[in-house]
């Protein structure tokens, strides 16, 4: 309480600063705070692989700045998929979960489809990928393949994060928001340009707030989450040509409960969220980096090199029922190590552009997943089954065995099922791209890319009962001539233990070609085909099914040969937890326009990806995992606008379309060939549009009017396209007032109250695991708030 109240004071401090701040001139403050955009500026790709204007970039790329990053509100990885075409990243669960789809092809769990890059920095582990923005000025999404330059699991496309740098911005930025449903939230950025050859940034952040929605049994909100981190940079620039950079992110992070509701897929009938089993996610991530830039005059060269170190705790009620059915703990230990050494040209040499560049890493991931069985837990999942099956087979005419025999367990204590999971892996690749401009004629460009890159993966694995699962075969057998039935009662008293070392390697070629015509200054038009790669892996989440069958087996112990076969048959560890790789094609035309003068820029996209070996989530037993699904097709277009008619106005439009459909795809028992992919939007769309009014008077400089639609759907959820979300739209708004270096916005989100799911999953019904209960997460409801913001 003493803690809110703090936040309140401040805020309250800072309000009224701002109302009587010194009259500033607008024009003079920095690019990165003015309030109007300016279409005139080029925008820059800062990655140092592709240093280029957007406009000439042969690809499809998005760019959001700083000031849209603050009109919309976005802080988080998970905000950017609504301004994005064909970018999905729905909002659920955890900051565990990061699924992020485009062009119809992402991924829920395990290996990633789309990159992450901070500063330049590749976030190994996709458990890294949900942290909240602080000092962000800029973020970029390539769509499509980057694997030639980037590696492993970019298929699908790349982001961008970038912070500011002191040598361009120095000063210190306060912010402080309030906001429905308990949010309280404070940030503040120091930057320091000590001497021509030294200046540091400084920056921290903290966020509280209550869930959206509440736990029925519990009676209390379910989703709270507190965070907190900090931001150091330290930058060198001993001589002109030199320039390097020290820094050190860290984040906590608590969240507690998942937000996953009963759903009935005929009625479309949700039930109130209701488990009784404790569920959240705590996080704490550090990324230390080094980067090194060198200017020569026959070329340049970055090297940046990473640590990376984070540990975790998930608990889940597995069954998401007030029934004490079983619970999932899975802690996670990671260190990572990245290098990597670019080369590239200083300017174009007798037509030629080239880069080249060798990269390696080394990671280490140590997983900790005790799953408990309780009382009902025992009973629903391994005596009822078995008793079930068992009376059924006794029914049948001419059966010669038992006629009542059961399966009773021993249930007074739970049985705990440890599991140790060591997953080392490591790589290295070369790469090289070289451009051959004015090809035939002027403005017509060739590019050739080509990567080499070898990973191997290993997993040493062991799970084992802290106890041995006990109990007894009762009943009778009724044997012909005898006067009486003769009593069973055998007791059986099983082991469990799953233990054993697995490994993967896998050495891929991955080429880019692309042709770009420069029609004028204006128009610039491109082709592209190139090759993607996603690892394969391991899904833990499996040993728990494994491990149930198990008891299964031993409970049937004699009666073996009476049960069908799939019910005793021995698990193929390595075939029931291990996923393929993923590879693909992507073939893409598209167009840029830019008119400056006009103050129009337009951006166009058509693509086509055959994919092979397409990793898809699924529901097996009550754990989810990852498999290949065969073969996918993606069509699709993609179309961005940006217009600004005149100076104080602004406006954007986003379209993408997506046709991702399966070609091949059989789980055994049926056919999915024609079905759409799961959790591919068809659509998404954004629609945005800027108003400044400049006011010019003591108290207020100009009022900024900011409102904003995004939407996505339809999006399937099941591979059997029997569940899905229709298209919906969200509305968004602010309001900002500004004078001088201080601003105060009001903004909402979801206004119209549009009520959505995010998320849907099935898994097997707590009482009775012969059929599946169904699950949703509804999106976020209307939220509102207002930030102070105070540049000193």
């Known amino acids: 309480m003493k803690k809110i109240k703090a936040i309140i004071l401040l805020l309250f401090v800072v309000a009224t600063f701002s109302v009587n701040a010194t009259n500033v001139n607008v024009d003079a403050l920095p690019d990165s705070i003015q309030y109007s955009v300016d279409l005139d500026a080029i925008e820059i790709i800062s990655n140092p692989k592709t240093n280029t204007p957007v406009i000439t970039f042969p690809g499809s790329v998005s760019v959001l700045n700083a000031q849209m990053l603050e009109q919309t509100n976005t802080v988080s990885i998970k905000d950017i998929s609504s301004y994005v075409p064909n970018l999905y990243i729905p909002d659920y669960g955890t900051k565990l979960i990061s699924a992020i789809y485009i062009r119809g092809i992402g991924s829920r769990i395990n290996s990633p489809a789309v990159g992450l890059y901070v500063d330049d920095v590749p976030y190994i582990d996709k458990s890294s990928f949900d942290f909240d923005f602080n000092d962000i000025s800029k973020v970029e999404v390539f769509r499509g393949p980057q694997g030639t330059l980037f590696g492993r699991n970019t298929m699908a496309g790349l982001i961008n994060l970038y912070t500011v740098s002191p040598f361009q911005e120095e000063g210190l930025k306060v912010k402080l928001g309030v906001a429905n449903y308990d949010t309280y939230n404070a940030a503040f950025n120091f930057r320091k340009k000590i001497s021509d050859k030294f200046a540091l940034s400084l920056s921290a952040n903290y966020n509280t707030r209550d869930g959206y929605y509440t736990n029925q049994f519990t009676g209390k909100s379910c989703g709270d989450e507190e965070v907190a981190g900090a931001n150091l940079k330290l930058q060198f620039r001993p001589t002109s040509s030199l320039d390097i950079t020290l820094s050190s992110i860290y984040e906590y992070s608590n969240q507690d409960g998942y937000a996953y509701q009963m759903y009935d897929k005929s009625t479309q009938e949700v039930s109130p969220i209701n488990y009784n089993d404790y569920a959240g996610y705590k996080r704490n991530m550090s990324v230390n980096s080094l980067k090194i830039a060198y200017t020569h005059e026959k070329f340049l060269m970055n090297s940046v090199t990473s640590y990376q170190f984070l ?210 200054s204006s128009l610039y038009t491109y082709v592209s085909a190139a090759r993607g790669y996603r690892s394969g892996g391991y899904n833990f989440q499996a040993f728990s099914n494994i491990i149930r069958n198990k008891m299964i087996i031993g409970a049937v112990g004699n009666y073996a040969s009476m049960m ?208 599946q209960s169904s699950f949703v997460e509804r999106g976020r409801p209307i939220t509102f708030g207002a930030d102070v913001v105070v540049r000193f």
């Open 311 to 520: 540990t975790d705790d998930m608990n889940l009620d597995q069954d998401f029922t007030p029934i004490r059915d079983f619970t999932l703990q899975q802690m996670q230990k990671q260190n990572s190590i990245t290098q990597e050494i670019v080369f590239r040209s200083p300017k174009t040499i007798k037509g030629w552009d080239w880069l080249a560049g060798v990269y390696g890493y080394y990671s280490h991931i140590r997983t900790k997943g005790p799953v408990t069985f309780y009382d009902e837990g025992l009973q629903y999942m391994v005596e009822t089954p078995f008793n079930t099956m068992y009376s059924q087979i006794a029914s049948r005419p001419g059966f010669r065995g038992p006629k009542d025999l059961s399966l009773q367990l021993d249930k007074t204590t739970p049985l705990c099922v440890d599991g140790l999971y060591k997953t080392p892996s490591w790589g290295v690749a070369g790469y090289t791209q070289a451009t051959y401009n004015n090809l035939f004629t002027e403005g017509l460009s060739l590019t050739v890319g080509l990567r080499l890159e070898y990973e191997k993966t290993k997993l040493n694995h062991i799970t084992n009962s802290l106890r041995n699962m006990t109990g007894a075969i009762v009943g009778s057998m009724q044997i012909p001539q005898m006067p009486f039935p003769i009593p069973i009662n055998e007791a059986i008293d099983v082991p469990l233990s799953v233990q054993g070392n697995e490994s993967m390697d896998a050495l891929e070629l991955l080429p880019r070609f692309e042709i770009e015509y420069k029609v004028n």
């Open 564 to 771: 069908p076969p799939a019910m005793t048959a021995e698990t193929d560890v390595n075939s029931m937890i291990s996923y393929a790789p993923e590879h693909s094609w992507n073939y893409e035309a598209g167009i840029h326009y830019d008119l400056a003068d006009k103050r129009v820029a337009f951006d166009l996209a058509l693509f086509f990806i055959d994919c092979k070996d397409q990793q898809i989530s699924v529901v097996e037993g009550f754990g989810r995992v990852t498999k290949n699904s065969g073969r996918t097709h993606s069509t699709g277009v993609e179309a961005a606008l940006r217009y600004s008619p005149i100076k104080p106005l602004q406006f954007s439009a986003s379209y993408g379309y997506t046709h991702a459909v399966f070609r091949e795809n059989y789980d055994g028992e049926r056919s999915y060939k024609g079905n759409y992919v799961p959790f591919a939007p068809a659509h998404t769309l954004a629609v945005d549009a800027t108003y400044t009014l400049d006011v010019n008077k003591k108290c207020l400089d100009a009022i900024e009017f900011n409102l904003g639609m995004t939407g996505q759907g339809r999006i399937y959820w099941t591979e059997a396209n029997d569940v899905w979300q229709n298209f919906y739209g969200l509305l968004n708004s602010s309001i900002t007032l500004r004078k001088g270096m201080a601003s105060v916005s009001l903004w909402g989100k979801n206004l119209t109250a549009t009520n959505y799911h995010t998320f849907y999953f099935e898994t097997l019904n707590a009482k009775n695991v012969m059929s």
